[in-house]
């Protein structure tokens, strides 16, 4: 896994646990790992303030330039929650093995409540956490290679499923699909 070609990126929503999924695996099989929304905080300070003082929009152009400096540096690359509902980023995800964290609406409550991400507030967190991946599910569902769902169980067991999957071993408690179901979805 050292060019961009075998990257492998994490997509779900927010509060799945890319990030630190994403790390541990990385570390694991000793490959970069890219965090498209630490990117954008590196090159544009925290997000909240971006969507504050220059709205969405301006986050999103953001967030597509993360997605592909991450694509192209290849390793694990975790997205953002609504960085597949850019065209272009779901065009360039068919060149990579993609992988949909889960986790439920009961679990998620913990991991948002006294969020501070833009998207989650004003409303109750959860219910509109609830909304958002609902909209997103099929576009995640869609993309994904394969599902783990990290609702249970400690990081770890998600982490050595995932490393196995990307390995070639058995993928444990995922769900995988063929890369020709796969094409045949998105034809």
């Given at each position: ?86 065209p272009e980023t779901r065009a360039d995800l068919a060149a990579h093995r993609v992988v949909l964290l ?86």
């Amino acid at each position: 896994m050292t060019s961009p070609s075998d990257a492998v990126v994490l997509i779900g929503p927010m509060g799945a646990g890319k990030t630190s999924i994403g790390r541990k695996a990385a570390r694991a099989l000793g490959v970069p790992f890219f965090d498209t929304d630490a990117a954008v905080v590196r090159d544009h300070g925290p997000i909240e303030q971006l969507f504050v003082e220059h709205g969405e929009a301006r986050f999103r152009a953001a967030e597509r330039a993360a997605v592909s400096e991450g694509l192209a540096t290849g390793g694990i690359v975790s997205l953002g929650g609504g960085a597949v509902m850019n065209p272009e980023t779901r065009a360039d995800l068919a060149a990579h093995r993609v992988v949909l964290l889960t986790v439920s609406p009961r679990v998620v409550a913990g991991r948002v409540r006294d969020s501070n991400r833009p998207l989650l507030q004003g409303a109750d967190a959860v219910e509109r956490w609830t909304a958002i991946f609902e909209e997103r599910r099929p576009v995640y569902e869609e993309l994904a290679d394969v599902t783990f769902d990290t609702s249970s169980g400690p990081v770890q067991d998600v982490v050595d499923a995932l490393v196995a999957w990307i390995r070639g071993g058995v993928a444990g408690q995922a769900e995988t699909r063929t890369d020709e179901s796969k094409q045949e979805e998105t034809a």
